[in-house]
């Protein structure tokens, strides 16, 4: 695990980690020095004493001690700032490999708990990862200055090193013990921290306010929210309990091995093998190395610990190519764009125990409108996802212009489809970044986007707003202006249109528009997409009178298809909901 995490130091900061290992590494040489220039200090001021002699047979070897300490002194304060620089480098990298992840996978990955649980364990790695560079280099400091404190008791009694370096194993068997033990509480909370997060953000943001205060939810809520966190803390004492056992025994046994090196010191002075300058220097070294080693328990510990995390972010990078999705598939032509189809398609989402989706045919011929109706929950927006090359079917068939989209590269299906979902995203952006995101790739193209809010019905009220396209849409930033939410939906229309795709779904696209802009929108939806297959879902059945065909949808399978009038004549679902809704207009 070090070295996948030096490996992945190198890639954000190779600089800022090359400097630290020099670092290390004159350190290491300094404290060697250190130690037996303090030692021939020492000599030197007891020769002085008993034989006489001026301060001047003192000063050099003073002189030079004093600039190997102030030496170790800046290579602890350089070494200091690039940790810093290097940790913050390599938080960077590691968030940059997971929204690498992230923006790759198919959409089907966010229908998973399970996958969530790895994200949040993965971005648990992420905020180790400055603590991780700490340890590390906290670690390398350790053993450099452990090193050099060890040579220079070598140099003076070599049989006391070897009990001095034992220390060290009771202490990185403790360690390891507490890593594990306190990884495996993170593990285990992992599902319920989430949930306490998720309450906190109810408690916290714009969106859920309103309702959170309509139904005075936020004593429940925070009700909630404590005993969750009541319960991690809970587990947390139960946990540091545990750990703190490793931790007095590994203490007890590192000092009764650091008690017996002292004896041994001890003993070899008062029989006169080894000099009053040389015990006190080694007794200094035995001190320096005592803390070396104690720091270094404490960052193998702590890498022990990381390593449990860093290996949950490695293993969300190594997800499949078909779960990071975008795996190779042929970039045909799309355009123009003859033929959609489903094929006998079903689609199951994760974890569920029937089908959303069960043996569904269907086809769109370029230039024409269908719509897709039917009850909350029959499949109709998850038919449409699956249209757009959104997901994937588990058996059948999609396919445009005859290629089965499975088999196209799925950025090319993605490229040449324009979707409103009945959740779209409300973009605390510039009015015109709003738009823009349709097609980011003509982010600067002004007359398209304007042209784009005017198909849309926007262009006059946002030419309104201080600043125009300029203004920043929503209150979250300084001097944003929220809408309404039919301002907001005409917006999001006003994206699909400078999409300009080919093939446009529309997910209950005038939900929030009032009566006499719905009628406009179904009226003129032919000239508006001209030419280009248009995706029509909608609860309001006069909306869709005019569409081409029209597929009712009952509990994921399509029951009956055809014109409005053809349906009418069946008799069949369609003709009894189309009656209930013109009930009270007669």
């Known amino acids: 695990m070090i070295g996948e995490t030096l490996r992945i130091s190198w890639r954000a900061g190779a600089r800022e980690l090359l400097v630290l290992i020099a670092c290390d590494g004159i350190a290491m040489v300094a404290v060697l020095g250190e130690v037996l220039l303090a030692r021939r200090v020492l000599a030197e001021v007891l020769h002085t004493e008993r034989y006489g002699g001026g301060l001047g047979a003192v000063l050099p070897s003073a002189a030079l001690l004093a600039l190997v300490t102030a030496i170790l002194g800046l290579l602890g304060a350089l070494a200091f700032s690039q940790q810093r620089l290097l940790a913050e480098l390599t938080s960077r990298y590691a968030q940059d490999r997971v929204l690498d992840v992230t923006c790759a996978v198919e959409l089907s990955a966010f229908d998973e708990p399970q996958f969530f649980d790895r994200v949040a364990r993965a971005q648990a790695g992420i905020s180790r990862m400055p603590m991780l560079i700490f340890s590390l280099t906290g670690l390398m400091r350790s053993v450099s200055g452990t090193v050099g404190a060890l040579a220079a008791l070598i140099a003076i009694q070599p049989l006391i090193a070897p009990l001095v370096l034992i220390t060290v194993v009771p202490a990185v068997i403790a360690a390891s013990q507490r890593g594990r033990l306190f990884y495996g509480f993170a593990f285990g909370m992992t599902p319920r921290d989430r949930e306490r997060r998720y309450l906190a953000q109810l408690l916290t943001e714009r969106d859920a306010a309103k309702e959170v205060r309509a139904y005075n939810l936020a004593r429940f809520l925070r009700t909630r929210h404590d005993r969750l966190y009541d319960e991690h803390i809970a587990e947390l004492r139960r946990t540091a309990r545990r750990s703190l056992v490793f931790s007095l025994l590994a203490d007890l046994a590192g000092s009764a091995i650091t008690a017996g090196a002292v004896l041994l010191l001890l003993w070899l002075t008062l029989h006169h093998h080894l000099s009053l300058a040389s015990a006190t220097a080694a007794a200094g070294a035995i001190v320096l190395i005592g803390q070396r080693l104690s720091f270094l328990g404490v960052s193998s510990g702590q890498i022990s610990e990381s ?268 003709a009894e909901l189309f009656g209930l809704q013109a009930i009270p207009y007669r």
């Open 307 to 574: 390593a449990y995390y860093i290996n949950d972010f490695l293993a969300l990078l190594e997800l499949t190519p078909s779960r990071a999705g975008g795996q190779p598939g042929a970039p045909i032509p799309l355009r123009p764009l003859s033929r959609i189809a489903a094929e006998n398609v079903t689609f199951t989402y994760a974890g569920a125990n029937a089908p959303a989706l069960r043996g569904v045919s269907l086809h769109i011929d370029e230039g024409e409108v269908v719509a897709l109706v039917g009850a909350n929950g029959s499949g109709k927006t998850t038919l449409a996802k699956l249209l757009a090359g959104l997901y994937l079917p588990d058996t059948g068939s999609v396919t445009w212009n005859g290629q089965d989209t499975a088999k196209i590269d799925r950025g090319t299906v993605r490229e040449h489809a324009a979707v409103i979902f009945q959740d779209y995203l409300r973009y605390c952006l510039p009015a015109r970044d709003n738009i823009a995101l349709g097609r980011h790739e003509r982010f600067r193209d002004l007359d398209a986007i304007e042209r784009a809010a005017e198909r849309a019905g926007i262009a006059e009220m946002l030419g309104r707003l201080p600043d125009g396209l300029q203004t920043m849409l929503g209150p979250e930033f300084h001097g944003g202006v929220d809408l309404s939410v039919g301002q907001w939906q005409r917006v999001a229309l006003a994206r699909v249109f400078f999409r300009d795709a080919p093939f446009i779904v529309l997910d209950e696209p005038t939900a929030a528009l009032d009566a006499r802009a719905e009628h406009d929108l179904f009226e003129s939806i032919r000239d508006l997409f001209g030419g280009r297959s248009v995706v029509l879902i909608s609860h309001r059945f006069s909306t869709v009178r005019n569409v081409d065909r029209i597929y009712v949808l009952r509990q994921g399978s399509v029951i009956e298809h055809g014109t409005h009038d053809e349906l009418i004549a069946a008799e069949g679902l369609y």
